[in-house]
């Protein structure tokens, strides 16, 4: 059963990131609003305990964050010139730290970074690093997710001296620089979600679904073996829909929480390695370890709607991303290209509540079409649509793509700290155009 303990009745201002420190805190990177704000009704499925425990600060100096049981509201803006560099010494701002991680924002308009000595915050439009924390002692971080554009992250500890331990999700809020609650498990955490209103933890091979205002564990869920932490959650108010693996090979379950339905999907033959949901939870696209197809699927009913094929060699696919308007998919892979394909999908299907039109595409009609008068005389292989538009990076680096901002245009973060946006043309495809390129861990330049 979950045991709930009160952090200290004392707790110090600043005690994790510098405990010899005498200065004044750093200042927050982001900002909330003061009020707060309504959370969305919790879902009335029945739950079963967990052995578990949590911590929640019920003490927080600050009145205006999370010391009320409500999240607040999100504020978008961000400050202009924020301090690079807050509390680690000066000679940790010429070293190139070691990466452990990388994600986009709930909006893909930002990118965290977990580094061996701390985080990092970057704007993707344009690209800027907004915040930097790094800690004075040890303080590798292993994962760390954004709250959109919040002070609020959850933190995971990584790397050879984690600040934090890895079976601990550390709720961070940078407006008070310290942490205001964790969630303490038996085994390491695997992966991070949040909403507005969920935090959702990825174990070896369970899930586990908490209240934002309270840490009240929601749902727990057995899967099989995930070591890479595959979980997805959808982000509009109104759909609370969760996505992780099921109890077999090539199985996925989508739990829809206001219609209290579970859904399996037999996705593959093999195991998963890799999905994607769209910001409404109404597609979902998977998949397996071989690599060379995905599919997208309505995660109402399980039908497959589209299947799309990335190459004809095995793979491993690193990261599946839908545009705004599901009417594109990227995909990266270990060969080091990143494919943008065109989406065929019915934007009327149950479950899928996007109203935008699809624009119109002669490239993705022409490459679904040129062998449609011999379908079902060829091999499957020759039936299968390929992708619109590709882009060369060096093969064997882990990326991660997400859709930009502008129009057209996708956004490739690598694990070697390289900062892509690239352009591709919806109606002749072909190879995109590097639009920009940074190093987000160059060191800052001595005065």
């Not at 004044?24 to 609003?33: E, G, K, M, N």
């Not at 008070?176 to 695997?190: K, M, T």
Request: glycine share 6%.
């Amino acid at each position: 059963m979950a045991a709930i303990s009160p952090w200290p009745n004392n707790p110090s201002p600043n005690p994790n990131p510098n405990p010899n420190s005498t200065s004044s805190p750093p200042p927050t990177f982001l900002a909330v609003d003061p009020s707060p704000t309504p959370v969305p009704s919790s879902p009335s499925t029945s739950m079963s305990l967990q052995s578990d425990h949590l911590f929640f600060d019920s003490n927080s100096e600050e009145p205006d964050s999370l010391s009320h049981p409500s999240l607040p509201p999100i504020r978008t803006s961000l400050p202009q010139n924020p301090s690079p560099n807050p509390t680690s010494p000066d000679s940790l701002s010429f070293q190139t730290p070691t990466l452990l991680h990388i994600s986009f924002n709930q909006d893909n308009g930002c990118f965290s970074s977990g580094t061996d000595r701390g985080f990092r915050i970057y704007n993707c439009d344009p690209f800027r690093e907004i915040f930097r924390r790094d800690f004075d002692r040890v303080g590798g971080i292993g994962k760390v997710e954004m709250l959109y554009r919040c002070n609020i992250l959850a933190l995971v500890g990584g790397g050879p001296d984690p600040q934090f331990p890895a079976n601990k999700v550390m709720i961070w809020d940078d407006h008070q620089c310290r942490c205001i609650g964790e969630l303490s498990f038996r085994s390491e955490v695997r992966g991070i979600r949040l909403r507005r209103d969920r935090i959702i933890v990825v174990l070896e091979q369970k899930v586990f679904v908490y209240n934002f205002s309270d840490l009240k564990l929601m749902h727990q869920i057995e899967t099989s073996a995930n070591p890479k932490g595959l979980c997805e959650v959808s982000q509009s108010a109104g759909k609370l829909v969760l996505v992780c693996l099921g109890l077999q090979k090539g199985q996925v379950r989508v739990e829809h929480y206001i219609s209290k339905k579970t859904k399996f999907i037999m996705a593959h033959d093999s195991s998963i390695a890799c999905f994607a949901l769209t910001q409404d939870g109404g597609l979902l696209a998977t998949a397996s370890s071989k690599g060379t197809l995905v599919r997208i699927f309505n995660t109402f009913d399980g039908t497959l709607l589209q299947e799309v094929r990335r190459g004809a060699d095995r793979a491993e696919i690193y990261s599946l991303a839908f545009s705004t308007t599901a009417q594109w998919l990227a995909v990266s892979s270990d060969k080091g290209t990143v494919h943008v394909f065109s989406l065929k999908v019915n934007s009327s299907s149950p479950g899928n509540e996007n109203s935008n039109p699809p624009e119109n595409n002669a490239a993705a009609t022409s490459t679904g079409s040129s062998l449609s008068f011999i379908k079902g005389v060829l091999p499957r292989y020759f039936n299968s649509e390929w992708s619109v538009a590709q882009f060369r990076l060096l093969e064997g680096i882990q990326y991660t793509v997400a859709f930009g901002h502008q129009k057209n245009t996708v956004v490739i973060l690598g694990m070697d700290g390289s900062f892509y946006r690239c352009k591709y043309d919806p109606v002749k495809g072909g190879e995109m155009t590097q639009l920009e390129y940074n190093n987000f861990l160059k060191p800052e330049e001595p005065f």
